[in-house]
Protein backbone atom coordinates (compact mmCIF):
# COMPACT_ATOMS: atom_id res chain seq x y z
CA UNK A 1 0.00 0.00 0.00
CA UNK A 2 1.46 3.18 -1.11
CA UNK A 3 1.72 5.49 1.85
CA UNK A 4 1.66 9.70 0.58
CA UNK A 5 0.55 13.00 1.62
CA UNK A 6 -2.82 12.88 1.52
CA UNK A 7 -6.07 14.06 3.19
CA UNK A 8 -7.96 14.06 6.82
CA UNK A 9 -11.15 13.97 6.72
CA UNK A 10 -11.91 16.75 9.73
CA UNK A 11 -15.30 16.98 9.75
CA UNK A 12 -18.14 16.15 7.84
CA UNK A 13 -22.00 17.33 7.35
CA UNK A 14 -25.28 17.16 4.59
CA UNK A 15 -28.66 19.16 4.39
CA UNK A 16 -31.37 18.95 2.36
CA UNK A 17 -34.54 20.83 2.32
CA UNK A 18 -37.54 19.37 3.87
CA UNK A 19 -40.13 19.13 1.39
CA UNK A 20 -39.91 15.14 0.17
CA UNK A 21 -41.98 14.22 -3.68
CA UNK A 22 -42.64 10.71 -3.09
CA UNK A 23 -43.07 8.79 -6.24
CA UNK A 24 -46.77 8.70 -5.56
CA UNK A 25 -46.12 12.27 -6.06
CA UNK A 26 -44.89 11.94 -9.70
CA UNK A 27 -47.48 9.72 -10.70
CA UNK A 28 -49.94 12.60 -10.08
CA UNK A 29 -47.75 14.68 -12.74
CA UNK A 30 -46.34 12.29 -15.23
CA UNK A 31 -47.44 8.66 -16.69
CA UNK A 32 -45.56 6.83 -14.49
CA UNK A 33 -45.55 4.38 -10.93
CA UNK A 34 -43.90 4.16 -7.95
CA UNK A 35 -43.61 0.12 -9.00
CA UNK A 36 -41.37 1.29 -12.38
CA UNK A 37 -39.56 3.62 -10.45
CA UNK A 38 -38.77 1.28 -7.55
CA UNK A 39 -37.68 -1.25 -9.94
CA UNK A 40 -35.66 0.53 -12.44
CA UNK A 41 -34.15 3.05 -10.44
CA UNK A 42 -34.32 2.51 -6.94
CA UNK A 43 -35.62 5.90 -5.90
CA UNK A 44 -38.42 6.37 -3.60
CA UNK A 45 -38.34 9.77 -2.44
CA UNK A 46 -36.19 12.87 -2.78
CA UNK A 47 -36.25 16.13 -1.02
CA UNK A 48 -36.72 19.38 -3.74
CA UNK A 49 -36.41 22.78 -2.51
CA UNK A 50 -39.31 25.29 -1.60
CA UNK A 51 -37.94 28.80 -2.51
CA UNK A 52 -35.11 28.29 -0.90
CA UNK A 53 -31.76 28.97 -3.43
CA UNK A 54 -28.95 26.31 -3.95
CA UNK A 55 -26.16 28.40 -1.97
CA UNK A 56 -28.61 28.26 1.32
CA UNK A 57 -28.01 24.24 0.89
CA UNK A 58 -24.86 23.99 0.79
CA UNK A 59 -24.02 26.92 3.84
CA UNK A 60 -26.14 24.63 6.08
CA UNK A 61 -23.71 21.80 4.80
CA UNK A 62 -20.71 23.67 5.30
CA UNK A 63 -21.69 25.18 8.97
CA UNK A 64 -22.62 21.30 10.15
CA UNK A 65 -19.13 19.99 8.75
CA UNK A 66 -17.19 23.16 10.46
CA UNK A 67 -18.99 22.35 13.80
CA UNK A 68 -18.13 18.57 13.23
CA UNK A 69 -14.34 19.57 12.37
CA UNK A 70 -14.30 22.05 15.33
CA UNK A 71 -12.94 25.10 13.54
CA UNK A 72 -14.10 28.35 13.31
CA UNK A 73 -15.31 29.67 9.78
CA UNK A 74 -12.06 32.12 9.88
CA UNK A 75 -9.99 28.99 9.99
CA UNK A 76 -10.93 28.40 6.35
CA UNK A 77 -8.43 28.75 3.60
CA UNK A 78 -10.09 27.96 0.54
CA UNK A 79 -13.63 26.92 -0.22
CA UNK A 80 -14.24 24.86 -3.36
CA UNK A 81 -18.08 23.84 -4.23
CA UNK A 82 -18.75 21.88 -6.81
CA UNK A 83 -22.07 22.84 -8.56
CA UNK A 84 -23.62 22.37 -12.22
CA UNK A 85 -26.68 24.61 -10.81
CA UNK A 86 -25.29 27.65 -9.44
CA UNK A 87 -27.53 30.82 -8.39
CA UNK A 88 -25.75 33.38 -10.27
CA UNK A 89 -23.11 33.08 -13.57
CA UNK A 90 -21.12 35.87 -10.84
CA UNK A 91 -20.71 35.65 -7.84
CA UNK A 92 -20.04 31.74 -7.51
CA UNK A 93 -21.38 29.48 -4.92
CA UNK A 94 -18.26 29.31 -3.15
CA UNK A 95 -18.63 33.29 -2.48
CA UNK A 96 -22.61 33.12 -1.61
CA UNK A 97 -21.85 30.33 1.11
CA UNK A 98 -18.72 32.24 2.00
CA UNK A 99 -20.90 35.38 3.10
CA UNK A 100 -23.28 33.04 4.68
CA UNK A 101 -21.01 31.28 6.72
CA UNK A 102 -18.82 34.22 7.58
CA UNK A 103 -15.49 32.92 6.31
CA UNK A 104 -14.57 35.88 5.02
CA UNK A 105 -10.98 36.44 3.16
CA UNK A 106 -10.62 32.66 2.65
CA UNK A 107 -9.70 31.95 -1.60
CA UNK A 108 -13.07 31.01 -3.01
CA UNK A 109 -14.39 29.43 -6.22
CA UNK A 110 -16.73 26.66 -8.22
CA UNK A 111 -15.79 23.99 -10.02
CA UNK A 112 -18.78 22.45 -12.58
CA UNK A 113 -18.15 18.53 -13.34
CA UNK A 114 -21.35 17.39 -13.08
CA UNK A 115 -21.88 14.57 -10.71
CA UNK A 116 -18.36 13.81 -10.59
CA UNK A 117 -17.69 17.53 -8.78
CA UNK A 118 -17.04 15.98 -5.25
CA UNK A 119 -14.41 13.93 -6.11
CA UNK A 120 -12.39 16.36 -8.46
CA UNK A 121 -12.85 18.69 -5.80
CA UNK A 122 -11.21 16.16 -2.67
CA UNK A 123 -8.29 16.15 -5.59
CA UNK A 124 -8.15 19.66 -6.05
CA UNK A 125 -8.50 20.70 -2.32
CA UNK A 126 -5.44 17.45 -1.77
CA UNK A 127 -3.51 19.40 -4.17
CA UNK A 128 -3.38 22.57 -2.80
CA UNK A 129 -3.36 21.36 0.77
CA UNK A 130 0.05 19.44 -0.09
CA UNK A 131 1.78 22.51 -2.31
CA UNK A 132 0.14 25.84 -1.15
CA UNK A 133 2.01 27.06 2.44
CA UNK A 134 -0.87 29.22 2.85
CA UNK A 135 -3.57 26.63 2.72
CA UNK A 136 -3.99 24.54 5.34
CA UNK A 137 -7.61 23.83 6.05
CA UNK A 138 -10.07 23.38 3.20
CA UNK A 139 -14.03 23.47 3.20
CA UNK A 140 -15.15 21.47 -0.15
CA UNK A 141 -18.98 21.71 -0.17
CA UNK A 142 -21.48 19.87 -3.48
CA UNK A 143 -24.69 21.87 -3.87
CA UNK A 144 -27.38 21.20 -5.86
CA UNK A 145 -30.56 22.08 -6.69
CA UNK A 146 -31.55 20.34 -10.00
CA UNK A 147 -34.97 20.88 -9.38
CA UNK A 148 -34.14 24.16 -11.10
CA UNK A 149 -33.86 22.35 -14.60
CA UNK A 150 -35.74 19.77 -14.56
CA UNK A 151 -38.23 19.12 -16.85
CA UNK A 152 -41.65 17.92 -15.02
CA UNK A 153 -43.17 16.55 -18.28
CA UNK A 154 -40.27 14.09 -18.93
CA UNK A 155 -41.05 11.42 -17.25
CA UNK A 156 -37.91 9.31 -18.04
CA UNK A 157 -35.58 12.16 -16.52
CA UNK A 158 -37.96 13.59 -13.77
CA UNK A 159 -38.10 11.40 -11.56
CA UNK A 160 -34.88 10.83 -11.08
CA UNK A 161 -33.52 14.19 -9.37
CA UNK A 162 -33.28 15.81 -6.04
CA UNK A 163 -31.86 18.65 -4.09
CA UNK A 164 -29.41 18.48 -1.72
CA UNK A 165 -25.90 19.39 -0.54
CA UNK A 166 -23.05 18.28 1.64
CA UNK A 167 -19.50 19.35 2.98
CA UNK A 168 -16.02 18.14 4.37
CA UNK A 169 -13.53 20.15 5.76
CA UNK A 170 -9.80 18.65 4.92
CA UNK A 171 -6.69 18.97 6.13
CA UNK A 172 -3.14 17.51 5.06
CA UNK A 173 -2.15 14.28 6.27
CA UNK A 174 1.47 13.11 6.06
CA UNK A 175 1.90 9.14 5.58
CA UNK A 176 -1.77 8.62 4.21
CA UNK A 177 -3.63 6.11 1.67
CA UNK A 178 -4.05 8.20 -0.80
CA UNK A 179 -5.04 7.49 -4.72
CA UNK A 180 -7.08 9.23 -7.32
CA UNK A 181 -8.08 8.54 -11.10
CA UNK A 182 -9.97 11.25 -13.25
CA UNK A 183 -11.00 11.76 -16.53
CA UNK A 184 -13.33 13.02 -19.28
CA UNK A 185 -14.67 12.06 -22.91
CA UNK A 186 -16.04 15.04 -24.52
CA UNK A 187 -17.08 13.10 -27.33
CA UNK A 188 -20.18 12.43 -24.85
CA UNK A 189 -20.94 15.86 -23.89
CA UNK A 190 -24.40 15.36 -25.97
CA UNK A 191 -25.27 12.73 -23.77
CA UNK A 192 -26.43 14.98 -20.27
CA UNK A 193 -27.20 18.56 -20.97
CA UNK A 194 -28.48 21.96 -19.84
CA UNK A 195 -28.06 24.92 -21.76
CA UNK A 196 -27.08 28.14 -20.52
CA UNK A 197 -28.18 31.12 -21.77
CA UNK A 198 -27.87 31.72 -25.53
CA UNK A 199 -26.06 35.04 -27.15
CA UNK A 200 -28.30 37.63 -28.36
CA UNK A 201 -26.52 40.56 -27.93
CA UNK A 202 -27.11 43.86 -30.20
CA UNK A 203 -24.92 43.17 -32.37
CA UNK A 204 -25.53 40.06 -33.68
CA UNK A 205 -26.60 39.42 -37.27
CA UNK A 206 -26.25 36.22 -37.65
CA UNK A 207 -29.34 34.17 -36.98
CA UNK A 208 -28.22 31.28 -37.86
CA UNK A 209 -27.51 28.43 -34.76
CA UNK A 210 -24.35 27.76 -34.63
CA UNK A 211 -24.06 23.69 -34.55
CA UNK A 212 -22.69 23.05 -31.31
CA UNK A 213 -22.82 19.12 -31.86
CA UNK A 214 -25.41 18.94 -28.80
CA UNK A 215 -29.02 17.90 -28.41
CA UNK A 216 -32.33 20.16 -29.18
CA UNK A 217 -32.76 21.74 -25.78
CA UNK A 218 -36.37 22.61 -24.32
CA UNK A 219 -35.45 26.28 -22.89
CA UNK A 220 -32.76 25.30 -20.61
CA UNK A 221 -33.89 22.06 -19.32
CA UNK A 222 -32.23 19.28 -18.42
CA UNK A 223 -31.97 16.96 -21.31
CA UNK A 224 -30.10 12.59 -21.25
CA UNK A 225 -30.18 10.06 -23.27
CA UNK A 226 -30.30 7.36 -20.61
CA UNK A 227 -29.42 4.36 -22.37
CA UNK A 228 -26.13 5.86 -23.16
CA UNK A 229 -25.33 7.24 -20.04
CA UNK A 230 -26.57 3.87 -18.16
CA UNK A 231 -23.54 1.99 -20.82
CA UNK A 232 -21.09 3.78 -19.79
CA UNK A 233 -21.73 4.80 -16.19
CA UNK A 234 -21.76 0.81 -15.53
CA UNK A 235 -18.62 0.70 -17.29
CA UNK A 236 -16.85 3.55 -16.17
CA UNK A 237 -17.47 3.20 -12.36
CA UNK A 238 -15.82 -0.27 -11.62
CA UNK A 239 -13.06 1.20 -13.96
CA UNK A 240 -12.47 4.24 -11.75
CA UNK A 241 -12.59 2.53 -8.71
CA UNK A 242 -10.13 -0.22 -10.30
CA UNK A 243 -7.26 2.29 -11.36
CA UNK A 244 -7.49 3.98 -8.36
CA UNK A 245 -7.07 1.44 -6.17
CA UNK A 246 -4.05 0.07 -8.41
CA UNK A 247 -2.81 3.26 -7.72
CA UNK A 248 -3.22 2.89 -4.27
CA UNK A 249 -1.54 -0.66 -4.44
CA UNK A 250 -4.79 -1.87 -2.15
CA UNK A 251 -7.62 -4.51 -4.35
CA UNK A 252 -11.07 -3.23 -4.50
CA UNK A 253 -12.05 -6.30 -1.58
CA UNK A 254 -9.34 -4.21 0.70
CA UNK A 255 -11.70 -1.43 0.47
CA UNK A 256 -14.05 -1.31 3.48
CA UNK A 257 -16.46 1.29 1.76
CA UNK A 258 -17.19 1.92 -2.07
CA UNK A 259 -19.17 5.45 -2.00
CA UNK A 260 -20.43 5.55 -5.52
CA UNK A 261 -22.65 8.19 -7.63
CA UNK A 262 -26.36 7.68 -6.57
CA UNK A 263 -27.86 8.09 -9.93
CA UNK A 264 -29.63 4.47 -10.24
CA UNK A 265 -29.25 1.19 -8.37
CA UNK A 266 -28.66 -1.12 -11.30
CA UNK A 267 -25.88 0.66 -12.35
CA UNK A 268 -24.54 0.30 -8.99
CA UNK A 269 -25.44 -3.23 -8.41
CA UNK A 270 -23.57 -3.99 -11.89
CA UNK A 271 -20.56 -2.16 -11.03
CA UNK A 272 -20.40 -4.27 -7.79
CA UNK A 273 -20.46 -7.43 -10.13
CA UNK A 274 -17.69 -6.43 -12.39
CA UNK A 275 -15.92 -5.54 -9.46
CA UNK A 276 -16.15 -8.72 -7.66
CA UNK A 277 -17.06 -7.52 -4.70
CA UNK A 278 -20.50 -7.92 -2.61
CA UNK A 279 -23.05 -5.15 -2.26
CA UNK A 280 -22.74 -4.93 1.55
CA UNK A 281 -19.82 -2.85 0.40
CA UNK A 282 -21.52 -0.36 -2.10
CA UNK A 283 -23.09 2.68 0.07
CA UNK A 284 -26.47 2.83 -1.68
CA UNK A 285 -29.23 5.63 -0.33
CA UNK A 286 -30.33 6.60 -3.52
CA UNK A 287 -34.39 5.19 -2.11
CA UNK A 288 -34.08 8.25 0.56
CA UNK A 289 -32.32 11.20 -2.14
CA UNK A 290 -32.47 10.27 -5.53
CA UNK A 291 -29.83 11.81 -7.56
CA UNK A 292 -28.14 14.95 -6.21
CA UNK A 293 -25.32 15.08 -9.17
CA UNK A 294 -22.22 16.27 -7.34
CA UNK A 295 -23.98 16.38 -3.68
CA UNK A 296 -25.23 12.48 -4.04
CA UNK A 297 -21.67 11.36 -2.58
CA UNK A 298 -20.86 13.22 0.15
CA UNK A 299 -24.36 13.08 1.62
CA UNK A 300 -24.28 8.92 1.37
CA UNK A 301 -20.98 9.65 2.94
CA UNK A 302 -22.39 11.57 5.55
CA UNK A 303 -25.50 9.40 6.18
CA UNK A 304 -23.31 5.99 6.45
CA UNK A 305 -20.97 7.77 8.93
CA UNK A 306 -24.32 8.27 11.04
CA UNK A 307 -25.27 5.45 11.08
CA UNK A 308 -22.29 3.49 11.87
CA UNK A 309 -21.58 1.61 8.29
CA UNK A 310 -17.93 4.05 8.00
CA UNK A 311 -16.16 4.60 10.26
CA UNK A 312 -12.36 6.23 11.67
CA UNK A 313 -9.46 4.22 10.09
CA UNK A 314 -11.85 2.99 7.08
CA UNK A 315 -10.63 2.33 3.39
CA UNK A 316 -12.63 4.56 1.47
CA UNK A 317 -13.17 5.08 -2.51
CA UNK A 318 -15.27 7.73 -3.46
CA UNK A 319 -16.55 7.21 -7.46
CA UNK A 320 -18.49 9.27 -9.59
CA UNK A 321 -19.36 9.89 -12.93
CA UNK A 322 -21.71 12.31 -15.05
CA UNK A 323 -22.08 14.93 -17.84
CA UNK A 324 -18.82 16.08 -19.42
CA UNK A 325 -18.95 12.73 -19.60
CA UNK A 326 -16.90 12.56 -16.65
CA UNK A 327 -15.42 10.25 -14.52
CA UNK A 328 -13.59 9.84 -10.96
CA UNK A 329 -12.11 7.87 -8.00
CA UNK A 330 -10.42 9.15 -5.19
CA UNK A 331 -8.97 6.33 -2.04
CA UNK A 332 -8.52 7.42 1.18
CA UNK A 333 -9.03 6.46 4.89
CA UNK A 334 -11.09 8.30 7.03
N1 LIG B 1 -42.39 5.63 -15.75
C1 LIG B 1 -42.88 4.66 -16.53
N2 LIG B 1 -42.35 4.32 -17.72
C2 LIG B 1 -41.24 4.98 -18.09
C3 LIG B 1 -40.66 6.00 -17.31
C4 LIG B 1 -41.28 6.32 -16.10
N3 LIG B 1 -40.82 7.27 -15.27
N4 LIG B 1 -39.58 6.48 -17.96
C5 LIG B 1 -39.46 5.77 -19.09
N5 LIG B 1 -40.47 4.87 -19.17
C6 LIG B 1 -40.76 3.91 -20.23
C7 LIG B 1 -40.13 4.28 -21.56
O1 LIG B 1 -40.94 5.20 -22.24
C8 LIG B 1 -40.09 2.93 -22.24
O2 LIG B 1 -41.36 2.65 -22.75
P1 LIG B 1 -41.52 1.92 -24.18
O3 LIG B 1 -40.84 0.60 -24.02
O4 LIG B 1 -43.00 1.85 -24.34
O5 LIG B 1 -40.82 2.83 -25.15
C9 LIG B 1 -39.81 1.96 -21.08
O6 LIG B 1 -40.17 2.66 -19.89
C10 LIG B 1 -38.39 1.50 -21.00
O7 LIG B 1 -37.56 2.64 -21.13
P2 LIG B 1 -36.01 2.53 -20.97
O8 LIG B 1 -35.40 3.87 -21.32
O9 LIG B 1 -35.51 1.31 -21.70
O10 LIG B 1 -35.90 2.27 -19.42
P3 LIG B 1 -34.61 1.92 -18.60
O11 LIG B 1 -34.80 0.67 -17.89
O12 LIG B 1 -33.37 2.10 -19.44
O13 LIG B 1 -34.60 3.09 -17.51
C11 LIG B 1 -33.54 5.17 -17.00
C12 LIG B 1 -34.52 4.45 -17.90
C13 LIG B 1 -33.47 6.63 -17.37
C14 LIG B 1 -34.01 5.02 -15.56
C15 LIG B 1 -32.14 4.49 -17.15
O14 LIG B 1 -31.79 4.42 -18.52
C16 LIG B 1 -31.06 5.22 -16.43
O15 LIG B 1 -31.04 5.26 -15.22
N6 LIG B 1 -30.09 5.78 -17.16
C17 LIG B 1 -29.02 6.54 -16.57
C18 LIG B 1 -29.52 7.92 -16.28
C19 LIG B 1 -28.65 8.65 -15.32
O16 LIG B 1 -28.09 8.07 -14.42
N7 LIG B 1 -28.54 9.96 -15.51
C20 LIG B 1 -27.79 10.80 -14.69
C21 LIG B 1 -26.37 10.44 -14.74
S1 LIG B 1 -25.40 11.38 -13.70
Redesign the pocket.
Known amino acids: MAKVTGIKVKGIGSYVPEAIATNEDFAKI????DE??TQ??GIKTRHITNGEPNYYLGARAAEKAIADAGIEPTDIDLIIVATCTPDFYTPSEACLIQREIGAIGSMAMDINC??TGFDYGVDMAKRYLQSDDDVHTVLLIAAEELSKFVDYTD???C??FGDGAAAFVLQKQENALYASYLGADGNGAKF?AARALKSENVFRTNKEEFDMDMPELKDYFFT?D??E??KF?TKALPNAVLKACEKAGISPEELDAIVP?Q??VR?IETAAKNLGVSMDKMVVYIDRYG?T?SASIPMAFCDAVAEGRIKRGDKICLVG???GLTYAAVVFEY
Do not use: E, M, P
Open positions: VDTSWIRTACRSSILLQGKVYAHANINSFGG
